[in-house]
């Protein structure tokens, strides 16, 4: 009888420890649509409904492979179709992202490798198509809701910028088999309500390399206005299907949706209309920057040390700017307040040498306003062209117009600096009178003298050359030079005072931004205008995030800070990727995938934490 128990014991045990999802890497799941009959979706401003108006929350998963050289979802070579359906919907999804090639339907007699279906004997010999067809019917048979991605023309990995996959027109396949790839699979998937809709084409961007700008509702270019194109692509799907969303990519690899959200696409049906957006730890520009600064000034530890150091730096030289600042206020103060050193004014109280500094300094400033503003939107202009966003620099075209200004400005300056100047008023202060003295030059009057006293009014008196202690061209000559003295002094003084605030502003800014980097504030500063304020125009789907082999863990500031994003403005999401390899055809062999959910062995969750992140999104 003991051995009978302890039998029983090690049998029960050893079965909960094979399986591979437990309700504690899943605490809570996506709900599923258990009912055909509430399908097909609509849209109800930033949220997907069903047939009787209930929200439906998208929480998928992307499942890649058809777009690749094997022409077949990976991880078939190690575990049974239907038994990787199962952990999917057991690790709490309702729905999968499928990425697919136009290869993948136009060359439907290509066969799948026996390796890449070693686990699955019965597809054996079957072409990429039929797989894919097999594969999309035991998702929906498990009630799992499905969209297709057109990720890609030629069956490969994706994307880089020197790539027109981003461009559903290319060498390959014209933008009339890219439409005809899309009507064969929404024909096909009609009468599978779980299917919902089709993602029209994987991270749009620009290829520099090749002139191919893209631009959204500025022509009828079917083959480079995204606008144009989209809407044509959704009037031949509803020809024959009308249940579909249609899923549209943002520009710039699908992260900018500035410039489309207030020009929506007219498609048959506008409540079919879902934006895509993708975006991954990498993405962030102030990432970007902090390895680069990382990389030139030799500091180890990367973005985030980088960014500790600069805070540290600029904190350290806004103090002592700071201090170099106050102490000439305090010494001017003092001047000012016990009379001493005062040959020459320092701040007059009235009039043209104080216009003429003021009116030279902003042609000064403005002009170097302008040129940096220049060096930053060209820094900002190439950076997009090399990352194929060359449409979207919105914020090179906000220099643009900034510099504009500065020129603008620096004109004005120049007409007030030199105009006053050679009005050769000039103002200077009477020691022995206590007062300030304006003088004039004129051709042929001599020399004018306005007189007052500290604070009060201004008295005119006429002198003659003769009259004038200060008489003669002598003296005009003398006075002109003190004028120049006083201007070239006031003129440092002021700068001085100019340079030390902007200084000030610079290094305090720079040391807020450091600050700032690590922060959620700073993620959602970035993310919220660039999907278009998710102003409810139509709902956002996040089709592609992820994290893993870049050392972004579950308790990574990135990662937290995303879910907590993906929460704020309840999203719909499709985590990239549950695969637990990757095929690599150069190497010919499969590889881990370090950002996917299952193990290389694709039978237990290699990231229970975030998986019980995601589902505590709903």
Not at 205 to 221: A, L, M, N, P, Y
Not at 246 to 252: A, D, K
Not at 602 to 612: A, G, M
């Amino acid at each position: 009888m003991v051995s009978f128990l302890v039998s029983c014991i090690v049998f029960i045990c050893c079965c909960f420890c094979s399986i591979p999802f437990t309700a504690e890497a899943s605490p809570s799941k996506a709900a599923i649509v258990e009912s055909a009959d509430r399908l097909p979706l609509l849209t109800e401003g930033r949220r997907l409904v069903d047939q009787n108006g209930n929200h439906v929350k998208l929480a998928c998963v992307n499942w890649y492979g058809a777009h690749m050289e094997l022409y077949s979802v990976h991880g078939l070579h190690k575990r049974g179709l239907n038994q990787i359906v199962d952990d999917i919907v057991e690790a709490g999804f309702n729905c999968v992202r499928m990425p697919y090639s136009l290869d993948l339907t136009f060359k439907s007699t290509h066969l799948i490798p026996d390796f890449a279906l070693e686990a699955n004997q019965h597809l054996k010999g079957k072409t990429g198509l039929e797989v894919f067809h097999l594969t999309m019917k035991a998702l929906t048979d498990a009630k799992l809701m499905v969209f297709l991605n057109n990720h890609n023309s030629v069956a490969a990995w994706c994307c880089n910028a020197d790539s027109e996959d981003g461009i559903w027109s290319n060498d390959a396949y014209s933008a009339e088999q890219w439409m005809e790839s899309l009507v064969f699979l929404a024909d096909y998937y009609k009468d599978d309500k779980y299917v919902i809709g089709m993602d029209l084409r994987n991270e749009i961007h620009d290829v520099k390399g090749k002139q191919r700008f893209i631009t959204w509702g500025e022509s009828k270019d079917i083959d480079n206005d995204w606008k144009f194109a989209t809407e044509q692509a959704s009037k031949k799907i509803y020809e024959v299907n009308q249940d579909w969303l249609i899923i549209v990519s943002g520009l710039c690899f699908s992260f900018d949706l500035r410039s489309m959200v207030g020009n929506l696409p007219v498609i048959p049906q506008q409540r079919k209309l879902v934006w895509t957006v993708h975006y991954y730890s990498f993405s962030r520009w102030w990432t970007k920057l902090g390895d680069k600064l990382s990389e030139n000034f030799e500091w180890e530890g990367g973005n985030e040390e980088a960014w500790e150091k600069v805070a540290d730096i600029a904190g350290r030289w806004t103090i002592v700017v700071g201090v170099a600042v106050g102490i000439a206020v305090l010494a001017l103060v003092a001047r000012r307040a016990l009379g001493f050193g005062q040959s020459i004014v320092i701040v007059p109280e009235r009039r043209l040498v104080s216009v003429s500094v003021f009116g030279v300094s902003l042609f000064l400033w403005c002009t170097l306003g302008a040129g940096g503003l220049r060096v930053g939107g060209g820094a900002i202009r190439d950076g997009y062209d090399e990352a194929g966003c060359a449409v979207m620099a919105i914020e090179a075209d906000m220099m643009d117009a900034g510099r504009i200004a500065c020129y603008v400005l620096a004109a004005l300056g120049a007409v007030i600096g030199i105009g006053s100047f050679t009005a050769r008023e000039m103002v200077f202060f009477d020691s022995e009178k206590s007062s300030y003295k304006i003088r004039s030059l004129s051709k042929d009057k001599g020399i004018e003298m306005k007189e007052t006293g500290r604070g009060e009014g201004y008295e005119k008196e006429r002198l003659s050359d003769a009259e004038d202690s200060l008489s003669g061209a002598g003296e005009a000559k003398r006075g002109v030079r003190e004028d120049y003295l006083e201007w070239i002094v006031l003129f440092f003084v002021v700068n001085f005072f100019l340079l030390g605030v902007i200084g000030l502003c610079v290094l305090s800014g720079l040391r807020s931004l450091a600050l700032k980097t690590p922060t959620y504030e700073m993620l959602r500063d970035e993310l919220k205008p660039k999907w278009g304020d998710l102003d409810g125009s139509a709902p956002v789907l996040v089709g592609e995030f992820g994290s893993g082999t870049d050392g972004l863990g579950h308790d990574d500031d990135w990662w937290k800070q995303m879910i907590r994003f993906l929460d704020e403005f309840d999203l719909d999401y499709a985590y990239w990727p549950w695969n637990g390899e990757k095929w690599n055809d150069e190497a010919y062999e499969y590889e881990n995938e370090g950002y996917g959910l299952v193990t290389v062995d694709w039978d237990e969750i290699r990231y229970p934490e975030k998986l019980s992140d995601l589902m505590s999104l709903g």
